[in-house]
């Protein structure tokens, strides 16, 4: 499957970080290189891999200390939910949603507070998808090698005119003038089309085998060609997809063995529950049909990043699972209090509770007093503009009746047509 590529990305936070990951693999590269010799991606990406989830460890530890607090408050909000069942006034509603918080005010939790941990992560994640995607831009070690071959294309006579074909078949749709573009292009190169490339310039063909083995080394991952993908044929690269379908699904399921509660009873009304058991079939499923069609290269890193979640999920349950969960209500609390101090409220209590739904039902009495305050003077309004269209119809109809024939008001009108004559 041919992924369209961008030299280096200018999005912004995606491409911030993205450039400063870019660094820290480029200085393995470069490490792995001047200590054991080794030139390769696939290793580089590994190692990275695993640096950054042992970076991200303290917040898998807060999304799964939100985690089981959740599952501790969902009976709670199942039982709030069941009392406001079927009640839809505004009212009800209100008390509903106060009362839900209340809920969370009482655990020191809040509402999104496993979704802010993940939308945290999501940007680094495509940060690194975004420097295994266009390894040549963030690694100019192994961008020489690239750059070798596009200076003597440029060289050459017609050379845009002549790569169109192969510009085509990869998806690249830049402008190939550009050296960054022409990069791009080489990098999505298998090994045919690297002779293809020699044949159509004969005059640098061994500038472009000797930098063209090269590369094929570096992107080679012992029998896999790191740039070829899986596909549906018999070959090494199918270890792949396999591998990162069981490792996706031993990550994800450990994930959702720390915060699950002793008892199962009702785990199937429970939403957290319901969704966790989806990914662990979705994901898995993505992983393997992803990796069947991506380059090698990106399922080396889909691999590596399950693979190495595994036992760092591992530590992380061994950790939440000895954590008290009345420890993790009284810090959250604390840090709640300390974050109302600052805006000038008082601490959480049954008394703070109440006073909210208070208030919010009596906003819900002002915004009801205006809008009946409104709908009455609409009202009035209308019947005021329609009593002056009855009284503009009226005029209109009397000063347009006619009169009897022979009246004085006929006699009256003639002379006055003939007057109005006489005038003109």
């Known amino acids: 499957m041919n992924l369209i590529l961008l030299t280096k990305s200018t999005t912004p936070v995606i491409g911030w970080i993205a450039s400063l990951f870019g660094y820290v693999m480029e200085f393995i590269y470069n490490v792995t290189n ?71 005010d009482k655990y020191g ?68 003038t550009q050296t960054n573009i022409l990069v791009d292009l080489l990098f999505k190169f298998e090994g045919s089309e690297w002779s293809q490339l020699a044949e159509i310039f004969p005059n640098i063909s061994g500038v472009i085998a000797e930098n063209s083995q090269k590369i094929m080394d570096v992107l080679s991952f012992g029998p896999i060609n790191l740039m070829e993908s899986p596909g549906f044929r018999l070959s090494w690269a199918l270890l792949i997809p396999i591998l990162a379908g069981l490792t996706q699904w031993l990550s994800t399921k450990m994930m959702n063995t720390a915060t699950r509660r002793k008892d199962d009873k009702g785990r199937e009304e429970d939403p957290m529950a319901a969704s966790m058991n989806t990914m662990n079939i979705m994901f898995p499923l993505m992983s393997v049909f992803f990796c069947f069609t991506f380059p090698c290269y990106i399922g080396i890193y889909w691999v590596a990043n399950s693979a190495s979640r595994i036992p760092i999920q591992l530590l992380v349950n061994k950790i939440v699972a000895k ?10 609390i604390e840090k709640k209090n300390k974050k109302r101090a600052k805006k000038g409220l008082p601490p959480l209590s049954e008394k703070t509770v109440e006073k909210n739904i208070e208030d919010l039902e009596r906003k819900l009495q002002v915004q009801s007093s205006s809008s009946s305050t409104a709908s009455r003077y609409a009202t009035s309004s209308l019947r005021a503009k329609a009593d002056a269209g009855k009284q503009v119809n009226n005029t209109e109809y009397y000063n347009s009746r006619a009169a009897k024939p022979g009246s004085m008001a006929a006699k009256a009108n ?10 003109k």
């Open 414 to 423: 003639m002379v006055k047509e003939y007057n109005e004559k006489n005038k």
């Open 34 to 104: 001047s200590l054991f010799g080794i030139e390769n991606i696939g290793l580089s990406i590994i190692v990275f891999t695993i640096l950054v989830n042992v970076a991200m460890i303290p917040l898998l530890l807060k999304q799964q200390k939100s985690m089981k607090i959740n599952n501790l408050i969902q009976p709670e909000i199942k039982a709030i939910q069941n009392k406001y069942k079927g009640k839809t006034d505004q009212k009800s509603q209100i008390r509903m949603q106060a009362e839900t918080q209340a809920v969370y």
């Open 323 to 332: 954590e008290n969960v009345d420890d993790i209500v009284r810090q959250n």
């Open 109 to 176: 939790a809040s509402m999104t507070g496993g979704c802010l941990t993940s939308l945290i992560s999501l940007p680094i994640m495509l940060g690194i998808y975004r420097i295994v995607l266009n390894m040549p831009a963030y690694i100019r070690s192994f961008q020489v090698y690239f750059t070798n071959v596009t200076s003597q294309i440029q060289q050459q006579a017609d050379y845009v005119t002549k790569l169109a074909d192969l510009a085509s078949a990869n998806a690249i749709t830049g402008d190939l």
